[in-house]
Nanobody
Framework: QVQLVESGGGLVQAGGSLRLSCAAS????????MGWFRQAPGKEREFVTA????????YYADSVKGRFTISRDNAKNTAYLQMNSLKPEDTAVYYC?????????????????WGQGTQVTVSS
């Protein structure tokens, strides 16, 4: 079992940066692939990025490629999402998710563990 807690959300102007953290408890973090998803008001939850258990493989949605960076520190049981050049359309609740097994995935249904979400608001 893995419990996830996100932090680092907030209000930022367009063009600014934020770093989200996802702290995990449980012994399986280092063997779990991690992902970030987001959900804007009135929209479905969408994939943002994912990272394999060891950090050697990452994958990004086209909408964030080149602006967002996912990383992880298995010694600290924490995953990160560095978000640069933020746009108003990035405004959403951001969720981190974990899946047992090291291969990354882009479908939310493949993730077993979810955080409570953190709000990111980008003003124009």
């Amino acid at each position: 079992q893995v419990q996830l807690v996100e932090s680092g959300g907030g209000l930022v102007q367009a063009g600014g940066s934020l770093r989200l953290s996802c702290a995990a408890s449980g012994r399986t973090f280092s063997s779990s692939a991690m992902g970030w998803f987001r959900q804007a008001p009135g929209k479905e939850r969408e994939f943002v990025t994912a990272i394999s258990w060891g950090g050697g493989s990452t994958y990004y949605a086209d909408s964030v490629k080149g602006r967002f960076t996912i990383s992880r520190d298995n010694a600290k049981n924490t995953a990160y999402l560095q978000m640069n050049s933020l746009k108003p359309e990035d405004t959403a609740v951001y969720y981190c998710a974990g899946k047992i097994g090291g291969r990354l995935a882009i479908m939310s249904s493949e993730y077993e563990f979810w955080g409570q979400g953190t709000q990111v608001t980008v003003s124009s």
